[in-house]
């Protein structure tokens, strides 16, 4: 079992980290405030799936993206067609998917998500509701912070971005790392092939009823999907599960419901179904043997691939260590703020909030609890600020509490 999740570990790593090292070079390139100015206004439906698609974002980060997207002027289809995509791919995901299911699977699973995210953002533009654009005044005015900043400041922040990555999935990593080794330990090769709902459109249709509730990290479940492939499950299966599930769970829905009505979140669903499902019969007619034998063979563990797994080894056992150190209580008798904040869809949302509530001026401390959708923050900071990051994350946040040794009155809507 454990020489399972090694060897796992030992294919996933190095791939993992070249993925994330490159998605920094591209928050390098391409600050957040340029890619908002590139896809602006109008006609911007196939520049905003392009430029998602190597974007490693998953589902829980991709939604306020997004959302962003759609406030700083961007289009009904092209915001949509971004949310299509984007969690579906990532250069990371990209990466380790060609490095576990083979090149084949990867790039038809990248030009799959170009097709589904052109057609869904065009369904959304021509049959969704409220149709208008607004141009925002602001967006020259950020484009042209990243220009005022030093290089070596943004190497810095691309550097972080890279760690950011792993810690956003860190524990799907985990998650991913012992399901795949279990379904390998306990499922010999071929162990599922000839069982009843375990082939063709059953096995799909099954697969994407299993996919759409659930929250599934397009990185860390290509473990799982290799697994199970690797035990008999046809290869179209395991398309469905990695293209419908990171973009169709629960949260994700919730958020597209509510930015952009009910007839664009019909259209959205539509064509993750239709098109994860599509994906998945073609690609079994046109390459299941060759991509099998691809998950089957074994690759001689070098120096590389060891150190790369001990990196990332290091970098759980750090991540874990902060987020059980975050759930010390705390007292709230230091807290001169406390809100409540919705919309938070899991543990890293909240890690998330906390570290750049820190990094305002004037805040001394601050704390935020997932399970209880509380934030607790020590010092003066502008509330305004404050309200602007929860909101520039996706969420909304009420005041609950505001000590009388605060200056200023809190901002309400």
Not at 116 to 124: E, N, R, T
Not at 199 to 228: D, E, F, K, N, R
């Amino acid at each position: 079992m454990w020489n399972a999740v090694w060897n796992i570990l030992t294919e996933l790593s190095p791939w993992l980290l070249l993925g994330t090292l490159v998605a920094g070079l591209m928050q390098l390139l391409i600050p957040a405030s340029r890619l908002q100015r590139m896809l602006r206004g109008r006609g911007k439906l196939l520049s905003s799936v392009i430029v998602g698609i190597p974007l490693p974002l998953c589902s829980c980060s991709v939604i306020p993206v997004g959302i962003g997207l759609r406030k700083q002027g961007a289009s009904r289809g092209a915001s949509l067609g971004f949310l299509i995509s984007t969690p579906q791919t990532g250069v990371d995901s990209i990466l380790v998917s060609g490095s576990m299911l083979g090149w084949p699977f990867a790039m038809f699973k990248v030009a799959a998500a170009l097709v589904m995210g052109v057609i869904g953002g065009g369904l959304a533009e021509q049959f969704g509701q409220d149709a208008t654009d607004e141009e925002d005044s602001d967006s020259d005015r950020m484009d042209a912070e990243p220009n005022q900043q030093a290089f070596s400041k943004r190497v810095n922040e691309a550097l972080l971005h890279s760690i950011e990555l792993i810690r956003s999935i860190w524990r799907w990593l985990v998650f991913g790392l012992l399901v795949s080794a279990t379904i390998s330990w306990l499922l010999p090769a071929n162990e599922l092939s000839g069982f009843a709902g375990t082939s063709g459109l059953a096995a799909m249709l099954i697969t994407l009823i299993v996919s759409i509730p659930l929250y599934v990290c397009a990185t860390a479940s290509v473990p799982i999907a290799a697994a199970l492939v690797g035990s008999g499950l046809p290869v179209g299966a395991a398309m469905v599960f990695l293209m419908a599930g990171p973009a169709t769970n629960l949260a994700t829905l919730g958020a597209v419901y509510r930015t952009f009505g009910t007839r664009s979140t019909g259209l959205y669903l539509a064509t993750m179904i239709t098109g994860s499902v599509s994906a998945g019969l073609l690609f079994d007619s046109v390459l299941p043997a060759q991509t099998i034998q691809v998950i089957k063979h074994h690759h001689h563990v070098g120096g590389f691939a060891i150190g790369s797994s001990w990196i990332v080894c290091a970098l759980i056992a750090w991540f874990a260590i902060e987020d059980l150190l975050r759930l010390r209580p705390q007292s709230g008798e230091d807290s001169d703020l406390v809100l409540q904040i919705s919309g938070m869809h899991c543990e890293n949302c909240a890690a998330g909030l906390e570290r750049d509530f820190k990094a305002i001026a004037g805040v001394n401390k601050a704390t935020v609890r997932f399970a209880t959708e509380e934030a607790r923050i020590a010092g003066k900071p502008q509330i305004t600020e404050v309200l602007q990051i929860i909101t520039d994350k996706g969420f909304t946040a009420q005041i609950a509490q505001e000590s009388d040794t605060r200056l200023g009155k809190p901002v309400t809507d």
